[in-house]
């Protein structure tokens, strides 16, 4: 079988992906000028970062619904097709709050403001009538990439035609930027997942979850040590499961962590660092809502991912969990 | 008056020393032995374990790094006039010395020794216990013999063994250079009563804290016992054929390789369930430029404990990727017999570290 005819194939792929940034934005240097970070500026420079996007007067859920209508919108679905809304990120009334008042919104977690529901709004907001509507959770940066295969799954077994995963974080007021050494961004991804698409086909998806690193605090050595050995092991399962082998894979589309752990992967997965779509992390940063689907958009409308080639995600994610999913463009 | 045959040996509390003491002093029952001890404890610790055999040892207080050996004069001279041969084993095995600090023990020292050595008339043989990883960052096969030092070393402790020999070479003594392998146990029981470089980095990945290690895994990597070893220093100090020999003590084509010596400890470790609930990945081995780049990585991120942990493996873990074979033609001629196989005693070895917790369920109990 060649790979036109595989691109023939017709099976559950991506049929649109938009993200949302709030306007405002800071430098490294920035950053840690309001002590923000925890290592250096240069280190973290070093390590590919340049900018991240802050969010001071928009809240998550502007943020979702933004990036939301935009991709119906660029998709031009007809709304009734919609049949699953998987929503992940910022939880309850934490949604509807700007950075500012998060602290107040988080303390409303523990009254009913709890059940009010972003992923249910947004069913509301964007009038998706026959949408079965819930959320996935404590899947921290695989959030998205968890919610895509979920929708895969559902899309297979219960003949969902069209299914809507929507992320939303933003990184807590008080956690400072930077995460293990990397600067993360706030921000909002909307992927629609459609049953019988023939570009951009979901072919395989891989996870790892390793709960021994639950506290990360605690385990951040450990988890340092895990990272690399667990990811090489997803990344290697998920082009094997999708029936490739590792020359055969065209782009690794990364979350947008240090360079330096890219390098380091790739090499380990004897894969070429030039496959890895790496210009982002200069200019957006780590986002918890969705860098690999942030990342694919910009490879697509860029030109560096053409029709048919092969495609691995991948993301690790707090908790912890290795996630991987293979595409064909 | 026929006198008695006398040994100096030092590094006599050490796991070597102490097992040639045991089998110069058991296989000659007319050997009597000086025995250079640096504190009062740990010659105390080994006499007990030597049990009768230490009536025939006198030990002698002194330092090697000070000039004579810091003995006392009469004590000196008392050895001068006795000795027919000196087992040269102490030494600062620590690979993260500086080039200086090692030198002032292992090289200087040895110096110190060859200084007395030469004021003795009745000596016979200088045997030198040195060290196969004298060859630095040779790889191929590594030759009983000088081979020079154009490779360069991993470490201090390397280069300062290498110019200890360079010495005992040049001395004009009987001399003989027996150069062992990194030591694992004690013997085929896998006892460990020493925890050495071999057993930290192994806590380490016991831990889940070795992410991976520069290499290939079917280099080679040799280890052997104390047993071996002092088994052979004790017999080859008084063969005859052995003057001026340099020779291995060293698995050789006996040695596992870095692939199986590193699977064989993650199926021991997983086999305890605990341990195997945390689902620790097995260790990457890869090439040294990736390893390279992931130390480079955590160094610059500053996080403490783990910085500290590749600092420690620094000192060694290049070694991991220079694969060699050492060469035991003249030890296997001279002892008659092959090398051990390190398959012989790494399981046991690996069992004993798992079920002493590396030493510490030992301690706590004591």
Known sequence: MTRND?????????AGIAYAFPAGSRSIAELAGEAQLASSAETLESF????????????????????ARQVLAETAV??????????????????????????????????????????????YDLDLPNAWTFAVDQLACTT??????????????????????????????????????????????????ERDGARNRLVSATNVTKGYYWDVDAMRDEIVASYFPTARHVLLRTIADAGWAPDDVDWIIPHNVSLRSWEILSSLVRLPKARVFSENIFRHGHTLAGDNFINYRDALDGGCIKPGQRVVMFSYGFGAHWTGVAVEA | MILPRMVLVTGATGLVGEGVLHRMLADDLSLE????????????????????????????????????????????????????????????????????R????????TQHVIEL????????????????????????????????????????????????????????????????????????????????????????????????????????????????????????????????????????????TLGELVDTAYDVWAAEPAWRKRRVERAMITDPETYRLFEAAVHQTGDPRLRAILTSLSY????????????????????????????????????????TNWGHSAEKAA
């Open chain 1, 6 to 14: 595989i691109a023939k194939q017709m099976g559950p792929a991506i």
């Open chain 1, 48 to 67: 590919g970062f340049g900018r991240v996007h802050v969010a001071e007067t928009e809240t998550p859920y502007e943020l979702a619904l933004k990036a």
């Open chain 1, 78 to 123: 007809d709304p009734e097709t919609i049949g699953l809304i998987i929503y992940g990120g910022t939880p309850g009334s934490m949604s509807f709050a700007a950075a500012a008042d998060s602290e107040g919104a988080a303390r409303d977690l523990c009254t009913l403001s709890r059940f009010k529901y972003p992923a249910t709004r947004l069913q």
């Open chain 1, 144 to 193: 998205l990439l968890a919610a895509a295969r979920l929708a895969r799954s559902l899309c297979l077994t219960e003949g969902i035609e069209r299914a809507l995963c929507v992320s939303s974080e933003f990184f807590p007021v008080n956690a400072g930027r930077e995460a293990i050494f990397n600067c993360t961004s706030d921000a909002a991804c909307a992927v629609l997942i």
């Open chain 2, 33 to 100: 032995v000086f025995a250079l001890v640096r504190d009062d404890a740990s010659w105390h610790r080994v006499a007990r374990k030597l049990g009768s055999l230490s009536d025939r040892i006198v030990p002698v207080r002194g330092d090697l790094t000070l000039a004579g050996l810091g003995l006392e004069p009469l004590v000196r001279r008392r050895i001068e006039l006795q000795a027919t041969a000196i087992v040269h084993a102490a030494a600062d095995t620590s690979f993260s010395r500086t080039l200086d």
């Open chain 2, 102 to 109: 090692a030198r002032a023990v292992n090289t200087v020292g």
């Open chain 2, 117 to 256: 050595a030469n004021a003795c008339p009745r000596l016979e043989r200088l045997a030198f216990v040195s060290t196969a990883f004298v060859a630095g960052r040779a790889i191929g096969l590594v030759a009983e013999r000088d081979n020079g030092a154009t490779a360069g070393w991993v470490n201090a402790y390397e280069q300062s063994k290498y110019e200890a020999e360079d010495l005992v070479r040049s001395s004009g003594l009987p001399w003989t250079i027996m150069r062992s392998s990194t030591i694992a146990c004690r013997d085929a029981s896998g006892e460990v009563t020493q925890i050495n470089a071999v057993h930290r980095a192994l806590r380490i990945y016991h831990r889940g804290l070795a992410a991976m290690m520069p290499g290939d895994r079917d280099n080679p990597l040799d280890v052997v016992t104390a047993s071996f070893v002092s088994g052979a220093i004790a017999r080859l100090t008084v063969d005859p054929r052995a003057a001026g020999r340099t020779v291995h003590l060293c698995a050789g084509r006996n040695a596992l």
């Open chain 2, 316 to 355: 060694f873990i290049p070694q991991l990727a220079l694969p060699k074979v050492f060469e035991t033609a003249a030890a296997e001629e001279l002892l008659g017999t092959s090398p051990p196989c390190s398959r012989e005693f790494w399981l046991p070895m690996l069992m004993h570290l798992q079920a």
